[in-house]
């Protein structure tokens, strides 16, 4: 495997640099422990993930010959995905500079790319003065929060940004930030930049200095987050984004492309978003998965934010849903059982705290027997299950919906989830709701008189981000009127209210739009 470069021709065995390029990434990244990795935002890009996000970037820079920079070089993952994709986009490699500030870093990088035509520079690169225009940029900057940089480091950078920009970013902005706003003097015109950075600047206050720059200083024009379950990186505590744009200024408005999930090539979702709605809009996460800019004629409902489903239907609440104290009688093994919550009628609170276990801290607390395995390996290795299997075989296995199972005893998956509705009630008046919402910090499931409230991906991102938001989602599922709850829902004789999961996902949830506007 080879590729094109101005100065040096063919570079061949690239396959065999870049073998050897993550072995020593990974004995560098083995060698530092993950707190210090961490404190010093050393996240390292995965290699199919590196050519992603290179290969679309050449796409949109059209000119042939590239001069390239990567501020954070590392061992050098972006600049070994250049020379894989150049040849692929018909360019050719002009120039080359990498600057790395860690020492480990900086000496695997020249032992790797050092005979090639890549000009590495050993320094803090905002601290650099830019020696050469580039037309194109890539790079992971170092995840380094706030708490990390002194007060006396957070003013150099941030003069330093007054200078470049005439932007002066907030004392809790991450080192990243400095990156962005410090690269702006290396960039020739209609230079194109890739940054993969965390998503929260786009939601948070000190994420508006950011923003500004890339609305006014520069041509911004994509937008891509990650799914947060498909994490990118194996050990970083945040989801990523990758955000482009181009070195020109924009007059007029226009439109920015926001997508989400899967690839750059291929994301799930893809929307246009104009560049004045960008600036009205508090929170980016919104886009595309949500659209927060509702018309007249809609109101945000549960349903725009959550997943609804009912709990889990047991088949026999009495013969699977055991006590502690019922399981430890019975002396059957406690890796077979589930926390779950106990009825509404029985849960005195509408907050639920962990023990150290992820297990309801409840004066009872309840399991659920969950098991997955055939009869067979249940009657030849676990025979106290078995016994207690057996038990039910004339009674609980002959109800509907045990003998309408493939095995009478397994159970639906359900997971655990913050956010729970009770299914009835008989709450009376304007201001008494006949449904509770409960707030739950365990890992406990709940049975089917709950209705079990699943954030969409809008409440994943800014739960992840965020974790305290809970209380305030919370607070505003409760301060949802009993009027607009009753009027989805039903009422049976001696007035007792049910509602369904679809109902409730018609609930109008204005204080919850508000919250994330």
């Not at 061992?75 to 790395?100: Q, R, W």
């Not at 020696?131 to 170092?142: A, D, G, H, I, T």
């Not at 290396?186 to 929260?200: F, H, K, Q, V």
């Not at 399991?367 to 299950?385: G, M």
Request: net charge neutral; charged share 25%; hydrophobic share 35%.
């Amino acid at each position: 495997m080879g590729t094109q470069n101005k100065r040096f021709g063919a570079i061949r065995d690239l396959s065999l640099i870049e073998s050897r390029r993550m072995q020593l990434q990974t004995a560098i990244d083995n060698s530092k422990s993950i707190e210090s990795r961490r404190r010093f935002g050393q996240f390292a890009t995965p290699y199919e993930l590196a050519q992603e996000i290179m290969s679309f970037g050449l796409t949109l820079q059209d000119k042939k010959e590239i001069s390239f920079l990567e501020p954070a070089f590392g061992t050098g993952a972006f600049y070994s995905a250049l020379l894989s994709e150049c040849d692929k986009h018909a360019k050719i490699i002009n120039t080359a500079i990498g600057v790395e500030v860690d020492k480990d870093f900086f000496a695997a990088a020249n032992e790797l790319w050092g005979r090639t035509n890549v000009n590495l520079v050993s320094g803090d690169f905002t601290e650099i003065e830019a020696f050469e225009k580039v037309n194109l940029l890539v790079s992971n900057p170092p995840y380094v929060r706030h708490h990390y940089i002194n007060k006396e480091q957070k003013s150099k950078l941030s003069a330093m940004t007054q200078k470049e920009t005439g932007l002066s970013l907030s004392g809790l902005a991450g080192l990243y930030c400095y990156f962005i706003l410090s690269a702006h003097k290396w960039l020739a015109p209609d230079a194109i930049c890739g940054w993969l950075i965390p998503s929260e600047f786009m939601d948070v206050n000190y994420g508006g200095k950011l923003k500004e720059y890339l609305l006014n200083k520069v041509h911004l024009l994509r937008v891509h987050r990650y799914n947060p379950e498909n994490c990118k990186f194996d050990d970083a505590l945040v989801s990523s984004c990758v955000v482009w744009f181009k070195n020109e200024t924009m007059e007029k408005n226009y439109n920015v492309e926001f997508s989400y999930g899967g690839t750059l090539e291929r994301p799930e979702v893809c929307r246009n978003v104009d560049r004045n709605t960008l600036g009205k809009s508090g929170k980016w996460t919104h886009f595309p998965t949500y659209d927060v800019q509702f018309s007249n004629t809609h109101t945000p409902t549960l349903g725009d934010f959550f997943t609804i489903k009912r709990g889990l239907a047991t088949g026999d609440n009495d013969f699977f849903i055991l006590s502690k104290e019922e399981i430890e009688e019975l002396n059957l093994d406690m890796n077979f059982f589930t926390p779950i919550l106990p009825s509404p009628r029985y849960l005195k609170c509408n907050e639920v705290f962990s023990d150290k276990y992820g297990n309801p801290r409840l004066d009872t607390q309840y399991f659920l027997l969950s098991c997955t395995l055939p009869e067979e390996e249940v009657k030849k290795n676990y025979p106290s299950i078995w016994n207690y299997l057996s038990s039910g075989l004339d009674t609980t296995a002959q109800k509907y919906l045990c003998r309408n199972r493939k095995v009478w005893y397994y159970q639906e998956n359900r997971s655990a989830t913050p956010f729970l509705c009770s299914y009835m009630g008989r709450g009376k008046g304007e201001h008494t709701a006949p449904f509770r919402f409960i707030l739950n910090h365990t890992s406990a499931i709940a049975t089917n008189s709950y209705l079990m409230l699943y954030p969409k991906t809008i409440l994943q991102e800014v739960i992840a981000q965020t974790p305290d938001i809970l209380h305030e989602i919370w607070n505003a599922l409760t301060n949802i009127t009993a009027n607009d709850l009753e009027s989805e829902g039903r009422v049976y004789g001696g007035g007792l209210k049910k509602i369904e999961p679809k109902e409730l996902s018609y609930v109008k949830c204005p204080h919850l739009a508000e919250l994330l506007a």
